[in-house]
């Protein structure tokens, strides 16, 4: 059984649902939670004339901070020791995937839980998929969630 369970969070409907089901894994395994969230500034259109000392750098800090601090209320209510850990992506060339899989190397977690949107075609060429790199650079488990 798994007990050091990483999950990756955005805020969408499918990483919600991610949580939900790592929180009953962790609960049924006694195991321990990480809950992660990828601030990406280097995702933006134009992160060079956002730096570290912008609004927009600010803004996107405290939204993540507040989407931690619910999935960390919403471990709690289910009675898991849960941790969180805000990364901070401002590099261009650095993925979003990288910064997950580099956390769960270093926490040290056995498994991770992402949710993916299950897109197909050419929309998933050009948006990419954040769990399907996660899968092809991470040499742990991964439990991947669908959305609805």
Same mark, same amino acid.
């Given at each position: 059984?798994?007990?050091?369970?990483?999950?990756?969070?955005?805020?969408?409907?499918?990483?919600?649902?991610?949580?939900?089901?790592?929180?009953?894994?962790?609960?049924?395994?006694?195991?321990?939670?990480?809950? #992660? +969230?990828?601030?990406?500034?280097?995702?933006?259109?134009?992160?060079?004339?956002?730096?570290?000392?912008?609004?927009?750098?600010? =803004?996107?800090l405290?939204?993540? +901070?507040?989407?931690?601090?619910?999935?960390?209320?919403a471990?709690? @209510?289910?009675? #898991?020791?849960?941790?969180? =850990?805000?990364?901070?992506n401002?590099?261009?060339? @650095?993925?979003?995937?990288?910064l997950?899989?580099?956390?769960?190397?270093?926490?040290?977690?056995?498994?991770?839980?992402?949710?993916? +949107?299950?897109?197909?075609?050419?929309?998933?060429?050009?948006?990419? =998929? #954040?769990?399907?790199?996660?899968?092809?650079?991470? @040499?742990?488990?991964?439990?991947?969630?669908?959305?609805?």
């Amino acid at each position: 059984m798994y007990k050091r369970i990483l999950v990756a969070i955005d805020g969408s409907a499918t990483s919600e649902r991610a949580l939900k089901e790592a929180l009953k894994l962790a609960k049924n395994s006694g195991g321990q939670l990480r809950i #992660v +969230h990828v601030v990406d500034l280097a995702g933006m259109i134009y992160p060079e004339y956002i730096g570290p000392s912008s609004d927009i750098w600010a =803004s996107l800090l405290k939204q993540g +901070h507040e989407l931690l601090d619910g999935a960390r209320r919403a471990a709690a @209510n289910a009675g #898991v020791p849960a941790e969180i =850990s805000q990364l901070e992506n401002s590099t261009p060339g @650095n993925r979003v995937a990288q910064l997950i899989v580099q956390e769960a190397d270093a926490w040290p977690a056995d498994l991770l839980v992402a949710g993916t +949107h299950g897109r197909r075609g050419t929309s998933r060429v050009f948006l990419g =998929s #954040v769990a399907e790199q996660i899968a092809r650079i991470s @040499n742990k488990p991964l439990l991947l969630i669908r959305s609805e």
